[in-house]
Nanobody
Framework: QVQLVESGGGLVQAGGSLRLSCAASGRTFSSYAVGWFRQAPGKEREFVATITSITYYADSVKGRFTMSRDNAKNTVYLQMNSLKPEDTAVYYC??????????????????WGQGTQVTVSS
């Protein structure tokens, strides 16, 4: 079992930055592929980023967000720069097996955190 806890969300003005953290207990992140998703009110949960041997980003965040991993701390991060109001959402980290299918599909992720709210004002 893996337990995931997100933190670092908050309120920021457009153009600002936030860094989200996702700490894992149980099995280490090195045994799983970890991804970030987000869900805004009235919208479906959407892929943001994932990291295995390389990192993939949604087109909407590429160039602004950076995902990283610290195996020693059993933690992954999402550095979010140049934030836009449309980035407002609850952000979730999730884990899946290394060969569990398309990385951008939330149904392929088994473990999920509780989410952390990110609000970007215009």
């Amino acid at each position: 079992q893996v337990q995931l806890v997100e933190s670092g969300g908050g309120l920021v003005q457009a153009g600002g930055s936030l860094r989200l953290s996702c700490a894992a207990s149980g099995r280490t992140f090195s045994s799983y592929a970890v991804g970030w998703f987000r869900q805004a009110p009235g919208k479906e949960r959407e892929f943001v980023a994932t990291i295995t041997s390389i990192t993939y980003y949604a087109d909407s965040v590429k160039g602004r967000f950076t995902m990283s991993r610290d195996n020693a701390k059993n933690t992954v991060y999402l550095q979010m720069n140049s934030l836009k109001p449309e980035d407002t959402a609850v952000y979730y980290c999730a884990a899946r097996g290394l060969n569990s299918g398309y990385y951008y599909r939330p149904e392929n992720y088994v473990y999920w955190g509780q989410g952390t709210q990110v609000t970007v004002s215009s």
